[in-house]
Nanobody
Framework: QLQLVESGGGLVQAGGPLRLSCAPS????????MGWFRQPPGKEREFVAGISGRSVITDYGDSVTGRFFISRDNAKNTVYLQMNSLKPEDPAVYYC???????????????WGQGTQVTVSS
């Protein structure tokens, strides 16, 4: 059964770091581009970062470039999102996604996790 499970969300102080993890099962992990999106309350889902299957290509949304870093460990079937210097505008539900190619659009990705909440206190 295909499943993407995010973990690592929670409450963090503004300026602090947080690392999210996503461990897909039921798919050949290294064959998939992995992405992170986020959705604040009342807003559309926004691209955060993407990484190709062999980590050759990474891409970031404009609002997180230089602060967030995506990586993956194919041996552990896990993708990470290291979030640094968290800002008051970063709180959202963060989603992990898997797809056939890298891209910033929601339809590019075929499979999605349930999301994990990130909250930033000022």
């Amino acid at each position: 059964q295909l499943q993407l499970v995010e973990s690592g969300g929670g409450l963090v102080q503004a300026g602090g770091p947080l690392r999210l993890s996503c461990a897909p099962s039921g798919l050949t992990f290294s064959s998939y581009t992995m992405g992170w999106f986020r959705q604040p309350p009342g807003k559309e889902r926004e691209f955060v970062a993407g990484i190709s299957g062999r980590s050759v290509i990474t891409d970031y949304g404009d609002s997180v470039t230089g602060r967030f870093f995506i990586s993956r460990d194919n041996a552990k079937n896990t993708v990470y999102l290291q979030m640094n210097s968290l800002k008051p505008e970063d709180p959202a539900v963060y989603y992990c996604a898997a797809g056939g190619k890298i891209g910033p659009k929601v339809p590019v990705y075929d499979y999605w996790g349930q999301g994990t909440q990130v909250t930033v206190s000022s």
